[in-house]
């Protein structure tokens, strides 16, 4: 695989991956919505300390995905331990996420996304893409 076909790959996790939260504000689902908005209701609300604490960590996790993205574009030899370290986060960010409530279309999108976030995984640590992390070029 060259550098540009995996950029392309890289390209198109990063579409799906504002598709997937755009759609529903291009496209809104109002029995989506009402149902969100009746979880939403149902929820205790966040002491100003955990708020405080999940936005810190929120803003962590999007900076070093952003930055993770750039680097794997430019094939820095820290992107990849940086995209993981970022996947982490979010994922450990996840419990407090509460109940979601997704349209169906935005979902697969979403689910396409998560899909090719393994592929990146997958490749730049156990395939030829690999080599080119190993040192920055």
Same mark, same amino acid.
């Given at each position: 695989?060259s $550098?540009?076909q995996f950029?392309w790959i890289?390209?198109?996790?990063?579409?799906?991956? &504002?598709?997937?939260?755009?759609f529903e504000? #291009?496209?809104p689902n109002? #029995?989506a919505n009402?149902a969100?908005e009746?979880?939403?209701?149902?929820?205790?609300?966040?002491t100003?300390r955990?708020f405080?604490?999940?936005?810190?960590?929120a %803003?962590?996790? #999007?900076?070093?995905?952003?930055?993770?993205y750039v %680097?794997l574009?430019?094939f $820095?030899?820290?992107?990849r331990?940086?995209?993981?370290?970022?996947?982490?986060l979010?994922l450990?960010l996840?419990?407090? &996420?509460?109940?979601?409530?997704?349209?169906?279309?935005s979902l697969?999108?979403?689910e396409?996304?998560?899909?090719?976030t393994g592929?990146?995984l997958m490749l730049v640590y156990?395939?030829?893409v690999?080599a080119f992390y190993e040192?920055?070029t």
């Amino acid at each position: 695989m060259s $550098k540009n076909q995996f950029r392309w790959i890289l390209f198109a996790w990063l579409l799906l991956s &504002v598709f997937s939260v755009a759609f529903e504000y #291009i496209w809104p689902n109002p #029995i989506a919505n009402q149902a969100y908005e009746y979880v939403l209701e149902q929820e205790t609300e966040w002491t100003e300390r955990e708020f405080s604490t999940l936005s810190l960590l929120a %803003g962590v996790a #999007i900076v070093s995905a952003i930055v993770s993205y750039v %680097g794997l574009l430019l094939f $820095k030899s820290w992107a990849r331990h940086l995209f993981v370290f970022s996947l982490l986060l979010t994922l450990c960010l996840y419990p407090w &996420v509460g109940v979601t409530v997704f349209d169906i279309y935005s979902l697969v999108l979403s689910e396409l996304s998560t899909l090719l976030t393994g592929v990146i995984l997958m490749l730049v640590y156990y395939s030829p893409v690999a080599a080119f992390y190993e040192h920055d070029t």
